[in-house]
């Protein structure tokens, strides 16, 4: 296997799951030679993933600053030097019409798609503004770009997240810090959704491949 040439040598995914988490996390570490630490709410879903790329997955709650910030510091701790690359992978979606969408469960969503993201970004840029190096991309979604019936709470958060994005690429990006928003245009295939080739879902390693070739 030809592993790509990447500046880097390490990589955290926050928000990894058994889709396109575990598929970066696989890629990165399988095609591009870096090591890799996972994070989310539910780790143990990453076990068999752990085990195929000899990696971690912690516990992180992605609203907490704190839990955020701990994070890091294992991660800094793993690696023996801060994350060269942050991947924030997490959202969260509220299903149904907009009459009927509780509140605080909008906020819960946007706060996993958009809060989420802020906190992780920062507490990136901290470690590699002094580096004058690395890259942070974030999972986005046609849903932030153009907002669909019944998808509000997703569509708050998507719209966010490219806002902090584009916001991050011109402040950081004159200072050595690639930063990437990659727009995912539909469903993703996940373990429990596989079928023999559904035409209608995305492949999370071809997408993940994407993630690699911004990083090369």
């Known amino acids: ?7 880097y040598r390490s990589a955290l995914i926050v928000g990894a799951g058994p889709g396109l988490g575990g598929s970066l996390a696989r890629v990165f570490s399988r095609d591009g030679g870096l090591q890799v630490l996972m994070a989310a709410r539910q780790p143990e879903r990453l076990q068999a993933v752990c085990t195929e790329v000899g990696s971690r997955a912690l516990r992180c709650d992605a609203t907490d600053p704190d839990d955020v910030a701990a994070l890091f510091d294992e991660a800094t701790r793993h690696f023996g030097a801060a994350p060269d690359v942050v991947v924030y992978n997490a959202s969260r979606r509220v299903p149904g019409r907009f009459v009927d969408i509780d509140a605080q469960a909008m906020l819960d969503s946007v706060a996993v798609t958009a809060l989420g993201a802020f906190h992780v970004a920062q507490q990136a840029a901290r470690r590699m503004l002094p580096q004058g190096k690395g890259a942070i991309l ?5 849903a932030g770009v153009k907002g669909f019936a019944q998808s509000a709470s997703f569509a708050m ?29 539909g469903l993703i295939r996940t373990e ?6 559904p035409d209608d879902q995305l492949d999370p390693d071809a997408i993940a491949q994407t993630y690699l070739h911004l990083l090369s």
Do not use: Y
């Open 192 to 197: 429990v959704s596989a079928q023999p080739g």
């Open 138 to 142: 974030f999972t986005g979604a046609t």
């Open 157 to 185: 958060g998507k719209f966010a997240l490219r806002g902090l994005a584009q916001s991050l690429a011109r402040e950081l990006g004159p200072q050595g810090i690639h930063v990437g928003h990659v727009i995912v245009d």
């Open 1 to 7: 296997m030809t592993v790509a040439r990447t500046p």
